[in-house]
């Protein structure tokens, strides 16, 4: 709430708001005042007064767009725990008019606090001082009117990476879908991932761009993905539609030259939302092909907060339970040694998702299981972690 509410005073937004009502105040008195000649000379007057008033008090000019859509009680919540640090860029520069927060789920320019995953692009135009925003569902908010620099510009333009600049009746519909596929509203997406639903906003996109050119023009496009030299570029520096993602699996299966594992080297993905990609390819592939990609897929787990986390823990419950209990122990262990809670969490995860309890979990008393253990810090730290669970990818790009 801090957060929004600095930013509210800075924005001057306070300020004009108390205008609005005084300037509403005023034209209704004056109508009362001056009756009956009053009510024609500045009825009207009044009425416009009091709609730009509302109009005021609906909008969120501190989260521009979206909040109107989430509210600002859920914004608050949102933005209660965030922290904030300016943003330094690939080449050391700290700029500090553009600040990211400790999850990576907000980037706040000018005081003025902007979803990462929601935004589609940032159109900068004028020079530097002007800026168009228009989101994943196709909506153009029009000028933030920053009045920046360069520094600006570049670090923001970093930040969110190359955009495909599809159009905006194609955004929409692939908004629409991805929130059909989710089912959630504008409102309840506010508490949805929001690294999940920009990956699967992507993949529409690609999936109603990629059928424009024709069945023709569509297998032209699969024989050049699924080329070997071609694949591991692909699912490295881009989001895959389903269909691409589904060739590149039939590729693998019948392919003896081909093996998963060629593709399951965590820090080659580009970006975070790009691991998905992976994750779904070991998906599509099933049991036993995807065990080859194991290791992947619990480093997959490491970090609780990460776009792919809650589908790696579903690809490896997928797997035998004796096997999956044995390498879960093995690496509960090893997290247990480095003081790993964060990894750990994920492990305990992936135990309750296979309904097990982990040997570390049935050594500590029932009644403190979920309490921080002074004596090994262990339980205590993964059931928080787990409590933290969220978080969502820096740069998107399609």
């Known amino acids: ?64 767009y979206w909040g109107e859509w989430f509210t600002r009680k859920e914004i608050f919540r949102l933005l209660s725990g965030e922290k904030f640090k300016p943003y330094v860029t690939s080449h050391g520069e700290t700029v500090r008019q ?15 606090y902007y979803p990462l995953a929601l935004v589609k692009r940032f159109y900068f135009s004028g020079g530097v001082n002007k800026c168009n925003v228009c989101m994943i569902d196709g909506t153009d908010i029009g000028m933030q009117e920053w009045s920046g620099s360069s520094e600006i510009k570049d670090a923001v333009t970093e930040l969110m990476g190359t955009v495909a600049d599809y159009p905006k009746d194609l955004c929409k519909s692939a908004f629409d879908a991805a929130k ?86 965590l820090n080659r993905y ?56 044995s390498e879960i122990e093995r690496h509960v262990e090893m997290a247990h040694e480095k003081g790993d809670f964060v990894f750990g969490a994920g492990l305990l995860a992936l135990a309750r998702s296979i309904d097990y309890e982990i040997s570390l979990e049935r050594e500590t008393d029932e009644k403190v299981t979920n309490e921080v253990s002074e004596s090994s810090g262990t339980l205590g730290g993964l059931s928080e972690a787990v409590a933290q669970q969220g978080g969502v990818a820096v740069k998107f790009e399609l």
């Not at 553009?98 to 003025?112: A, L, P, T, Y």
């Not at 694949?231 to 691409?244: Q, R």
């Not at 080859?292 to 823990?313: G, M, Q, S, T």
């Open 180 to 265: 059909a596929d989710m089912r959630v509203s504008y409102y309840k997406l506010a508490t949805a991932d929001w690294g999940e639903f920009r990956y699967l906003w992507e993949q529409k996109c690609r999936e109603l761009d990629f059928g424009k050119g024709g069945e023709k023009v569509g297998k032209k496009r699969i024989r050049k993905l699924t080329d070997p030299n071609n694949i591991k570029d692909s699912l490295y520096n881009k989001t895959l539609s389903e269909t691409e993602l589904d060739a590149i699996c039939n590729r693998i299966k019948f392919d003896k030259d081909l093996d998963v594992r060629a593709f399951s080297y």
């Open 98 to 112: 553009v600040k990211v927060s400790s999850s990576g789920r907000w980037v706040c320019i000018k005081d003025r």
């Open 270 to 325: 580009q970006k975070d939302i790009y691991v998905l990609n992976g994750v779904k390819l070991c998906e599509k592939l099933g049991y036993p092909e995807n065990i080859k990609a194991e290791d992947f897929l619990f480093n997959c787990i490491r970090d609780i907060e990460k776009p792919y986390f809650d589908d790696a823990v579903r690809v490896l419950s997928g797997f035998p339970r004796e096997h999956l209990i």
């Open 1 to 64: 709430m801090w957060n929004y509410l600095k930013s509210y005073f800075k924005i001057g937004e306070l300020l004009k708001k108390i205008f609005w009502i005084v300037v509403s105040f005023a034209t209704v008195g004056g109508v009362f005042f001056s009756l009956p000649l009053g009510l024609f000379v500045l009825g009207p007057a009044a009425v416009a007064a009091i709609k730009h008033t509302a109009k005021k008090f609906t909008q969120d000019a501190v989260v521009p």
